[in-house]
């Protein structure tokens, strides 16, 4: 079962999404929050596979309870994916450096959030594909990630843990990676528990900006695999 926190301001939101997420058999609701202090406090009591958090809430926003609960300091890391109504925005890019797994905008279709709560839950995290690539645009063009140059980052990646970052960027999931490269996902997994600490990362979304940020892949060409 997949305990899901939600934290959101408007009530009409927070009943949607407990309806939806609820009457799948795989999923509980196990909290819902009406603002940023109250999920933080939810979070660290009940402990939740996944907080689905709004970025704009009343008191804490969304990324300040994000970085509380994903950041490199937290314990217990709780993964958290961002639903959002806005497209590219400065809190979007406050909350990548936050180290969240995932963007969708609140507007997605339904299939699509639960796709992403399931893969976050699962470990895999969820890249979606139009509002990533729009934000890693956006974002390479107004700052940088981290410290890490593209050559001391790639120097220090192997060349496996290179392929894996490549078709990580392409908005693959493990299983996806692991079938693409014909090895299990635990060999993916542990190549990334590896890689992201070379690239000074703390998330698959992180190292997809720093991928396109520092040039190693494309925005306008995808990269394939092995290249």
Known sequence: MIRVLLADD??????GLAALLSAEEDIEVVGVAADGDEALRLALSVVPDVACLDIRMPGRDGIDVAAQLCGSDADPQVPVLILTTFDIDDYVFRALEAGVSGFLLKD????EILRAVRSIAAGHGTLDRTLTRRIIDEYVQRRRLHPVTATRGADALTAREREILLLLAQGMSNEQIANALVVEIATVKSHLARLLPKLGVQSRLQAAVWAYRNRVVTVDEPPASGQ
Not at 10 to 15: C, E, G, K, T
Not at 108 to 111: A, G, I, V, W
């Open 10 to 15: 408007q009530p009409l939101v927070r009943a």
């Open 108 to 111: 997605s279709d339904p299939d």
